[in-house]
């Protein structure tokens, strides 16, 4: 049992401070600072009384010693609402940006009942592109050096263009829409448009669809 006794529960920290300091930070609190705050008191025992004494001492030194008052807790940073008793007291609407379709970020706008939870309307913001372009199924292939490219069976023609001398060897996608037409694409730039068979359209049947 003598080895399991720890006489450290009966000595006094050697880091412990004073009864004298304690007393004298008590007695210069009550008699000229008794209607400070414990940190504003802090500020001028440090400046004007050289302490040398730690904030966290000082304030906890003052409220054992009932000078100061402990503050209240501070509550939580979201406190949680009650919800809205009937529907239709109160409308929510509310954006997120995320990737809903790869390589595209939107903002998604919902339109939402308190109450109930009931999802009125959602809808999705974009600027500049097609949105049959986006939400179409996307296949990378490449030019073989005839400056034709092969698709499920089909020898889809690149015709010529202002852009680019040739496009062999050239990395680019073949958009499948849902009435089966395709279209190839260089980056952001449409290069040709075709019917299901791999036929190419004219110019100004692609411009009418």
């Known amino acids: 049992m003598e080895g399991l006794y720890d006489k450290r529960l009966t000595q006094a920290s050697h880091r412990r401070a004073p009864l004298d300091e304690v007393l004298d930070v008590c007695n210069l609190y009550q008699e000229k600072y008794s209607d400070f705050n414990a940190k504003h008191f802090y500020r001028w025992y440090q400046r004007e009384h050289d302490g040398e004494r730690s904030y966290t001492w000082v304030k906890n030194t003052l409220q054992n010693k009932g000078h100061v008052q402990k503050g209240r807790k501070k509550g939580p940073h979201r406190k949680k609402r009650e919800r809205s008793p009937y529907p ?22 919902v339109t939402m009942d308190d109450a109930t939870n009931e999802h009125y309307s959602m809808f999705f913001v974009w600027v500049g592109e097609n949105i049959k372009d986006i939400l179409c199924k996307h296949h990378k292939r490449t030019v073989n050096n005839n400056y034709c490219l092969t698709f499920r069976g089909l ?18 996608r073949v958009n499948l829409y849902d009435d089966k037409r ?14 299901s068979k791999g036929n190419l359209l004219e110019s100004k049947k692609i411009q009418a669809a």
């Open 155 to 172: 020898t889809l023609q690149i015709p010529t263009n202002q852009y680019r001398c040739h496009y062999v060897k050239v990395k680019v």
């Open 88 to 109: 239709g007291m109160m409308i929510h609407q509310d954006g997120s940006t995320h990737e809903w379709v790869p390589g595209r970020k939107w903002d998604l706008i």
């Open 182 to 195: 395709l279209a190839v694409f260089h980056g952001p730039r449409k290069l040709a448009t075709y019917d």
